[in-house]
């Protein structure tokens, strides 16, 4: 069987420790593993994948002779050594912003859109977290009924800013025990202007405000499900907030069909679906939640049920671990699907 030099490029941050353990669990065919991060990192021994890697400092020269980079350091990391790694022959999975909407670049979900992996040309893009767990749930509606319209309202976990959000909520819970005065340094965003508490709170300010007054988490949700769905009609609007939870990321989402499917019948379309785990049970007080879905590689799909106020609705409450479907898991599928179509 062959196997791949990879390159882990952000192997010292939330992402990239758990790609590395997911490579490993999924027995990913490795030759060589090499573990980079910035000068600050050099040297430095991770536990990661069950072994102890010391990471190297990141250079063009890196990812010499390298078959497959997963980059996940952010965008401007990612815009400066793509070129560098591609020149060179590797195949770049990039889990950042950088390239997502470049009409060149496939933006992929492997149970999605797998096929539109033909058409690339070194470069892969791994779509936002939110969307992500999102198109796991609307992809099998909309090729079941056609999705006329989404509202999506995400209540995302504290882990998506990164390793150093965790250590800041921890920090807060600490504080708060101890009764002493809260500080906080990471929310809304580590460089955002004004920093506001976390702990008891939410934030409805993920990423930079943009266009129309949509944060840029707001509107990846929107361009990237369209191009994923191949459907640049489907309307969707967003709002993204920032919860006092750990890990994974939750979302109610309305959707507007084309044509009348029950809620049964949609239960029926997301059990079959790959990928996703319908846990909706009523009467037992059984519906999916942050804590339940921790770790796990599915995506929860519950509270299933009609929206009475339009002729075609339906209500879903979508939840998924983030670091994995959301970014390190999805990678790794994108990965494997390469190897599998022989496209690496
Ligand atoms: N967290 C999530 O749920 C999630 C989900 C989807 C996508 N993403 C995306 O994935 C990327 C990483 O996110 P994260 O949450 O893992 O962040 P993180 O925990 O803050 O880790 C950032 C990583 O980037 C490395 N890095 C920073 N500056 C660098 C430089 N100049 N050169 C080389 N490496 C550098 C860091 O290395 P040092 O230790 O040396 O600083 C660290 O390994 C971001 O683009 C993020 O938007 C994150």
Redesign the pocket.
């Known amino acids: 069987m062959r196997t791949f030099n990879i390159a882990v490029?952000?192997?010292?941050?939330?992402?990239?420790r758990e790609l590395i353990d997911i490579l490993r669990e999924r027995k990913f065919p490795i030759k060589s593993l090499k573990a980079?991060?910035?000068a600050?990192?050099a040297g430095r021994a991770i536990e990661a994948g069950g072994e102890t890697l010391i990471i190297e400092e990141?250079t063009p020269e890196s990812f010499d002779d390298v078959d497959i980079a997963f980059f996940?350091?952010?965008?401007a990391?990612s815009q400066r050594f793509a070129p560098e790694a591609r020149s060179r022959g590797v195949v770049v999975i990039d889990?950042?912003?950088a390239f997502r909407m470049d009409p060149e670049v496939p933006l992929v979900v492997p149970e999605v859109n797998g096929e539109d992996l033909l058409e690339h040309d070194g470069l892969i893009a791994n779509p936002?977290?939110s969307t992500t767990i999102a198109v796991m749930a609307l992809a099998p509606l909309h090729r079941a009924a056609g999705i006329k319209r989404a509202v999506v309202s995400t209540y995302q976990a504290v882990?998506?800013?990164?390793?150093?959000a965790i250590d800041d909520l921890q920090r807060q819970v600490k504080q708060y025990v101890e009764g002493k005065p809260i500080t906080a340094t990471t929310y809304p965003s580590p460089s955002a202007a004004k920093q506001y508490q976390m702990l008891f709170n939410l934030i409805p300010h993920i990423d930079a405000f943009d266009e129309a007054d949509y944060t840029k988490e707001e509107w990846k949700m929107v361009r990237e499900t369209q191009k994923i769905l191949h459907d640049d009609s489907l309307k969707i609007t967003a709002t993204t907030v920032r919860v006092p939870v750990f890990r994974s990321h939750s979302e109610s989402i309305n959707v507007e069909l084309h044509k009348e499917l029950s809620a049964a019948r949609a239960r029926e379309v997301l059990e079959n679906a790959p990928g996703v785990r319908v846990y909706d049970n009523p009467e037992k007080q059984e519906y999916p939640m942050p804590l339940l879905t921790t770790d796990d590689d599915l995506v929860w799909v519950g509270r299933i049920r009609q929206d009475l106020s339009v002729p075609w609705g339906l209500n879903l409450w979508v939840v998924g671990d983030?670091?994995r479907k959301?970014?390190a898991l999805n990678s790794v599928q994108i990965a494997e699907e390469l190897v599998a179509r022989q496209l690496v």
């Open positions: 490029l952000g192997a010292t941050g939330a992402v990239g980079l991060a910035s600050r990192s990141a996940t350091a952010g965008g990391i889990n950042t912003s936002n977290c882990s998506g800013i990164g390793a150093a983030q670091i959301g970014a």
